[in-house]
């Protein structure tokens, strides 16, 4: 069932910042941003970064501030030791002391879950991720556990599940990557810098109880449900606005392109498609259907949540092109693998990745007409693109 943007519901969506932020976190609004984003996309993220940048402390003030409570948080440390069961719970003795087995879930039995170090684990352990992060449930013993229920008292409203995975950068020891079939069930891919320097003032006050931090009083005000219909609500309306058939063109050019489809690229001029030719050429692993899905997802969620004002939310597909431009590395980073080359040797692999998937989206902008679009579609993409650089992800 779809529904109209409304005033309110950007309003409730752009206060989860401020609230996360009165909780402690401080310089991480465009990382809640794309949290937000990704739990209206029925997503997961994830976080690439040092430890001790306070991603634990964020998943909490996360639910607190969209009044989930404290039981809507979990978290799982991945080490080379752990083991699926571990996360997906198994048989125990029943607590009534007789012969039976019943069913003990296991952490990832939570509607945020803070998937630690996950890089850290064996393969066959990160695997036991992968159908709880794509159908959101477990399979038990052959028998399948929903992560995800209808909250008791709300009609036709699911409880979330999210995943927010950290991983390690690649280069540390004791670290597995991991296969390209997880990584394609992360919505996001967010590069966490260290803070800068009045952050981390801001930090070592709330450490050393310098600054007065909310216990209750700022809590979000709303109990459970009303959360939770909030969410609902606001979910179905942003995923409902039209995608402009420019952007949905360009996200379709970007996926086509990449596996050498270049007879299915549209609105590109043929100029333009033998440069895009050219630059495909350094493509190892292409993207597949669901970056194409999430692309979209992310597009309509940014514009709702961060781009289009509330007087105006019945325009928020207006604003689809600069979100595309702002979502477009969180989206697409972890999903393509490159030819290793040396002609940007001052550059890291990761920063590599990151301006070939600007390239490629500047390539397949449509520079024709599209729709009722009145041309000029790439150029006014590529102003978008350059405005994005600033954005902390």
Request: net charge negative; charged share 25%; glycine share 8%.
């Amino acid at each position: 069932m779809s529904r109209e943007l409304t005033a309110d519901d950007i309003g409730y969506l752009r206060s989860i910042p401020q609230r996360v932020n009165d909780f402690g976190m401080h310089g991480l609004d465009d990382i809640v941003r794309f949290l937000v984003v990704a739990l209206l996309a029925d997503g997961h993220i994830l976080l690439e970064g040092n430890p001790g940048l306070g991603k634990t402390a964020l998943v909490k003030a996360l639910s607190r501030a969209l009044g989930l409570g404290p039981q809507a948080v979990g978290r799982i440390q991945f080490t080379p030791d752990l083991m699926p069961a571990d996360i997906t719970g198994s048989l125990m003795p029943a607590q009534d002391g007789s012969n039976r087995l019943e069913f003990q879930p296991g952490p990832i039995f939570h509607e945020l879950l803070l998937a630690d170090e996950i890089n850290r684990a064996t393969p066959k352990t990160q695997a036991a991720m992968l159908e709880a992060m794509a159908e959101a449930q477990v399979t038990v013993l052959g028998q399948r556990k929903r992560l995800t229920r209808q909250e008791p008292g709300l009609t036709a409203v699911e409880t979330p599940f999210m995943v927010m995975a950290t991983q390690n950068p690649i280069d540390q020891d004791g670290t597995f990557n991991l296969p390209e079939a997880q990584l394609d069930r992360f919505l996001f891919k967010i590069r966490m810098a260290m803070p800068d320097a009045e952050v981390i003032g801001a930090i070592i006050g709330k450490e050393l109880g310098l600054l007065a931090m909310p216990e209750t009083g700022n809590d979000a005000p709303h109990d459970r449900k009303t959360a939770l219909r909030n969410l609902d609500r606001a979910r179905r309306a942003a995923l409902s606005t039209p995608i402009p058939p420019s952007i949905h063109t360009h996200i379709v050019n970007i996926v086509q392109a990449s596996n050498g489809e270049f007879d299915q690229v549209r609105g590109v001029s043929s100029k333009r498609l033998k440069n895009l030719e050219e630059l495909c050429a350094r493509i190892e692993y292409p993207f597949g259907p669901r970056a194409a899905t999430a692309l979209a997802k992310a597009v309509l969620g940014w514009a709702a949540c961060v781009l289009t004002p509330p007087e105006t939310a019945m325009e928020s597909g207006v604003h689809t092109r600069p979100a595309l431009a702002q979502v477009l590395l969180p989206t697409l980073r972890h999903r393509v693998r490159l030819h290793h080359t040396f002609d940007q040797v001052d550059l890291s692999e990761a920063d590599t990745t990151d301006a070939f998937i600007r390239a490629l989206a500047i390539a397949t902008a449509p520079d024709q007409r599209m729709g009722e679009d009145p041309g000029g579609y790439d150029e006014r993409f590529e102003q978008d693109l350059s405005a994005a650089r600033g954005l902390k992800a």
